[in-house]
């Protein structure tokens, strides 16, 4: 299996430090406001990730922090005249229902900053004691100076990073050396050795990764945009406070959800929440249309693509009808055929289309080819059951294919509950076109353009 890794910049074998057991951190959202598709983007490829390496048969402990602390909290509670503990709270519990009801499910804890604050002190202080921290008026700073692999995973050197700055500190030793604890006296402030404030973001997630897994872990993901500053700054913090490197085998990120090639956030305030897109749009659609590009790669949002993720995945819920109705009539019937020697080609097709869903996948999850892989053994697989003269067997195999891979993908093709409307019109016009094809066959061409004329009046273009 390969993962791409951002450290390195190519894909690598992937070998985790223990065969079987793995552990995955992601950095989890900042709790302040609603969480919107752009974060529905992220967390999505790394339920598809989890739900892999589960497949693959590694056991996978998947820690998520939430960043409950933070400026961007601070400053909205004080706008809506709330504690911050309060609004976070608020917003912890939207973002981890909007996952329930996208069905991102597998992380096993979620880890608060406020619920690790002795955590974070004390690996402040080892970074003090260990001179790679100091105090000032202001707060206590990490000394990037100390740290000569800094810049490592965003490939940018010192020189980079002292120039344009702005609003410097000027009781820091460098203008690049960040916050570890900020000193101030209003809420939400915590005691320590350093007087009353609070931590900065990067130690929050390594104090939590420290306290869960150890000072070494195989993944760390998130998105782009958290390289530089944040996981960088992790690295520094993290392999200066223990001395061993590195601290992450494998650095995976997600590319960002775009609306008209900007990225989707917050503060350009071009998103849809999550909530708001499932108003009117199944979760299953929405995942179907994060896997058609692979996790690495931009992705531009529209409702276009969107409803393009719909046809798509009608399509594979359609033919799963078909071979579910096909299985109950051999169930109600209690005849079978044997499998005949023709649909050995078959058998071998459903073969090896589990081999190369597993190919793509262990190729850094590769899922549009994935997806590209299923709709040319639904070509393959459709002509030959309109014909119907599959065996039970053959399609109990079509089904067990589609079942897996839509576990693993975080689907269930069977479940058409949601397009019931859809599969309706559908069947009615399959039924109009399997007549008139009769008629053609008769003859009868008046008829028979006359149901295409009236179909065209509703967009649908029978093309013979
Ligand atoms: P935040 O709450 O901004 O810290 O973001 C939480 C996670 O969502 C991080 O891993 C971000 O990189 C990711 N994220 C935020 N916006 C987007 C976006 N437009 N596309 C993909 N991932 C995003």
């Known amino acids: 299996m390969k993962i791409y ?31 919107h598709i752009g974060h529905a983007r992220t967390y999505i490829s790394f339920d598809i990730i989890k739900r892999y390496l589960e497949f693959k048969g590694f056991f996978v402990f998947y820690l998520q922090n939430i960043t409950d602390i933070d400026d961007k909290i601070i400053i909205r509670a004080a706008e ?146 958290l390289i530089f500053p944040h996981h960088e700054a992790e690295i520094a913090q993290m392999e200066s406070a223990s001395g061993k490197s590195p601290m992450v085998k494998y650095w995976m990120h997600t590319g960002f959800l775009n609306v008209s090639g900007e990225k989707m956030s917050k503060s350009l305030g071009n998103f849809i929440t999550i909530r708001k897109l499932l108003e009117n749009h199944d979760p299953q659609v929405f995942r179907f249309f994060v896997l058609s590009t692979h996790y690495r790669s931009p992705i531009d949002f529209s409702v276009d693509a969107l409803e393009q993720s719909e046809k798509s995945l009608n399509r594979i819920q359609r033919l799963l009808i078909k071979v579910n109705e096909s299985l109950e009539e051999y169930n109600n019937s209690e005849n079978d055929k044997p499998t005949s020697e023709s649909e050995d080609i078959y ?80 069947n009615l016009i399959d039924i109009l076109l399997e007549v008139r094809q009769k008629l053609r066959e008769d003859k009868n061409y008046e008829l028979s353009d006359e149901i295409r004329n009236k179909l065209a009046q509703y967009n649908i273009t029978v093309e013979d």
């Open 80 to 225: 809506s005249n709330i504690d911050p503990e309060e609004l976070a709270r608020k917003y912890e519990k939207l973002y981890r229902e909007d996952m329930e009801f996208l069905g991102v499910n597998g992380v096993n804890i979620y880890a608060r900053a406020r619920d690790h604050i002795p955590e974070i002190i004390s690996q402040i202080q080892t970074l003090i004691e260990k001179g790679f921290a100091y105090e000032t008026e202001t707060g206590v700073y990490f000394e990037e100076d100390k740290f000569p692999d800094y810049g490592k995973l965003s490939r940018r050197n010192l020189e980079d990073l002292t120039v344009h700055r702005v609003n410097i500190d000027l009781t820091k030793k460098n203008p690049a050396d960040f916050a570890l604890w900020k000193k101030r006296t209003e809420k939400p402030l915590w005691d320590s050795p350093w007087g009353t404030g609070r931590p900065g973001w990067h130690i929050e997630d390594t104090a939590i990764t420290e306290e869960y897994f150890g000072p070494q872990y195989d993944i760390h993901g998130g998105g782009l945009d």
């Open 347 to 426: 058998l071998s097709k459903i073969d090896s289309a589990r081999d190369e869903f597993i190919n793509a996948m262990d190729n850094d999850f590769n899922t549009p080819l994935v997806l590209s892989g299923i709709f040319n053994f639904i070509r393959e697989f459709n002509k030959d059951l309109k014909n119907n003269n599959l065996s039970k067997n053959t399609l109990q195999r079509t089904k067990d294919l589609f079942d897996d891979v839509g576990s693993i993908l975080g689907f269930n093709f069977s479940d058409t509950s949601k397009n019931d409307s859809d599969d309706i019109s559908q």
């Open 5 to 35: 890794n951002t450290m390195s910049r190519e894909k690598e074998d992937f070998e985790p430090a223990s065969e079987k057991r793995i552990k995955l951190f992601v950095c989890g959202p900042t709790v302040y406001d609603d969480a």
